[in-house]
């Protein structure tokens, strides 16, 4: 079975200042995906970065860096310089559906509510 | 704009009804999933197409059918509504099956069941 776990429910932080969402993942498979979205107020859901199980590099991009931990099953995503505009609700999600014609489903964790106050 | 489309936006219907929620996927995704959002659930997947044949089942209620058009878009099916199936329906799509392929979002349709 897998499992998605964002152990905070709700963070809030003024403008400018660092913060990490946290995620902790389970599953059996070997080779697995992992993702995260971001829900704004207006309800969708978006795209943000997907990892490779088989890939640790860190990654970067822009005022965004994802910090991958296989040793701990963590996929941690921080926001630098935080800004009111990134005020959302932040998902995380795993999918180890692997070969090209297996079938595919994201499986999502509770999600954490981020609000940026000026 | 993730390019891929739902209709309609909002649906209000009432208990013991039936409703059909559309997705049209990216242009040239093949493949279209289902996912309920609701307060107590989160999250969760319902179902997968993949150029017209069903690939993956979730936890999709025995009320609740899906189908995938030679055109590829998507249609999901609910009957027999319940208050509990109020909750906002997601349609994705993505390019190929398998987990590696991102997949990409409609604003989704809010169902409220009164």
């Known amino acids: 079975a897998q499992k998605v776990t964002q152990a905070q429910t709700e963070i809030s932080v003024v403008e400018k200042e660092d913060v990490t969402l946290d995620c902790v993942y389970e599953t059996r498979d070997t080779t697995y995906y992992l993702f995260w979205y971001k829900q704004p107020p207006s309800g969708e859901l978006v795209f943000l970065i997907r990892r490779n199980s088989f890939d640790e590099q860190n990654e970067i991009s822009g005022r965004y860096s994802w910090n991958f931990q296989k040793s701990t099953s963590s996929f941690n995503f921080t926001i630098t310089a935080s800004q009111v505009v990134d005020s959302a609700v932040y998902f995380c999600?795993?999918?180890?559906?692997?070969?090209?014609?297996?079938?595919?489903?994201?499986?999502f964790g509770e999600g954490t509510q981020l609000t940026v106050n000026p | 704009d993730s390019g891929v489309t739902q209709t309609p936006k909002h649906l209000i219907t009432a208990t013991g009804q039936r409703v059909t929620l559309r997705c049209s996927p990216r242009s040239g995704d093949l493949s279209v999933y289902w996912y309920q959002q609701s307060l107590d659930q989160g999250l969760q997947f319902l179902i997968q197409y993949y150029n017209g044949e069903e690939r993956a089942k979730g936890n999709i209620l025995e009320r609740f059918s899906a189908q995938q058009f030679p055109d590829l878009h998507s249609e999901l099916n609910l009957s027999s509504l319940e208050l509990g199936d109020s909750a906002l329906y997601f349609c994705?799509?993505?390019?190929?099956?398998?987990?590696?392929?991102?997949?990409?979002f409609g604003p989704g349709t809010r169902l409220t069941v009164t």
């Open positions: 994705a799509s993505s390019v190929e099956t398998g987990g590696r392929h991102e997949q990409y």
């Open positions: 999600a795993l999918n180890s559906g692997i070969g090209e014609t297996s079938g595919s489903r994201l499986t």
